[in-house]
């Protein structure tokens, strides 16, 4: 069965890259395929590219890796998404990296799932930079993955497809929790950029027992 990821930028590429390498089929939706077909054919002979309706139409999972201000008409170019898991990898991201334009009594991920009919959503591959997800390898062990939705099957599909590429999945459990999430990758965007750390870290969980 094949992930179709729609946008081919930074998130995008990482995410096709990271699941081609341990042999998945990635089928990418862009509204100019062509724009793509290079960069998508250097990834091997799992990755393709089609358009959005074509690369929605193929897969039972959908990322949505696109900038915030296309998700609702993504979103609503579907008229029944019939039970797909549509994986929100956005940020409601202000101009110049100034903050967040949705929150704390919502989410971006449920504004998406309330115009997204019939689809299950889950919140995933937000919270870190797009290199951490193209490479998970660290010295001090797998970079955290924290991510939600509604649906318990969905959230466990996303948690493997997480793991699978080298990440510690950790179930944060309903939608609502992307109002977590969120602001959380906005921590990793203040230290990264505002901060200067650089682009090179990635959160973990450290546990006991
Ligand atoms: N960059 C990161 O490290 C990072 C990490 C976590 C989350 N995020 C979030 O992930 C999302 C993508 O970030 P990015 O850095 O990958 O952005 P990006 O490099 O600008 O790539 C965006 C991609 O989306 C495509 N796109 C734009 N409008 C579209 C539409 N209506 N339908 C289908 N595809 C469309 C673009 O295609 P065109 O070139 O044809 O416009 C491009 O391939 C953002 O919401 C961002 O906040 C980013």
Redo the contacts with the bound molecule.
């Keep these: 069965m094949s992930i179709s990821v ?7 590429m990482a995410l096709g890259h990271a699941f081609t390498q341990r042999g998945e089929t990635v089928v990418f ?4 395929p062509e ?2 077909q290079s960069a998508v054919s250097a990834l091997g002979p799992l990755a393709k590219v089609t358009s ?1 309706a074509q690369a929605i139409a193929a897969s039972n999972v959908i990322i949505l ?4 201000a ?1 998700v609702a ?2 979103a609503q170019s579907v008229s029944d998404w019939q039970d797909k898991i549509l994986v929100d ?3 409601p ?1 202000a101009p110049g990296l100034a903050g967040l334009t949705v929150g704390t009594t919502t989410s971006g991920a449920e504004e998406l799932a309330k115009l997204a009919r019939g689809a299950r959503v889950v919140k995933a ?2 919270t ?3 290199e951490n997800m193209a490479d998970t390898r660290y010295p001090g062990g797998s970079p955290m993955m924290p991510l939600c939705g509604d649906d318990a099957d969905a959230r466990q599909r996303v948690m493997a497809l997480a793991t699978l590429i080298g990440f510690d999945a950790v179930d944060m459990g309903p939608l609502m929790a992307a109002r977590y999430l969120e602001p959380f ?1 906005m921590t990793w965007i203040h230290l990264a950029i505002k901060q200067g750390y650089g682009r090179k870290f990635a959160f973990g969980m450290l546990r006991r027992g």
Excluded: H, M
């Design positions: 729609i946008g081919a930028g930074n998130v995008g939706g862009l509204p100019e724009k793509y959005t890796a696109v900038p915030y296309a008409g993504i990898a956005t940020n991201l591959f937000n870190t930079g797009a990758a």
